[in-house]
């Protein structure tokens, strides 16, 4: 049996779930910690927070282009 995708061929839709997973996960703790880090201002916790929800922002544009990628990708 034989593959019909080239060995170089990227898989964008795994690539996706991933990324949009994460990206759910960081924005999710990104607000807990954040609610804790407003309660105790001089704790790290609230750049900790900041970062998160970054980081989960950057994770679902991540997640949105390999969307896109997959949908440009032709079907075999």
Avoid: E
């Amino acid at each position: 049996m034989t593959s019909l995708k080239a060995p170089s061929s990227t898989n964008w839709w795994l690539r996706g779930v991933i990324a949009r997973s994460v990206g759910i996960i960081s924005v999710a703790l990104g607000f807990v910690i954040g609610m804790y880090g407003l309660d105790h201002p001089a704790s790290p916790w609230l750049p900790t927070a900041l970062g998160l929800l970054v980081t989960g922002m950057v994770a679902q544009g991540y997640g949105l282009y390999c969307s896109i990628k997959r949908m440009q990708q032709p079907n075999f």
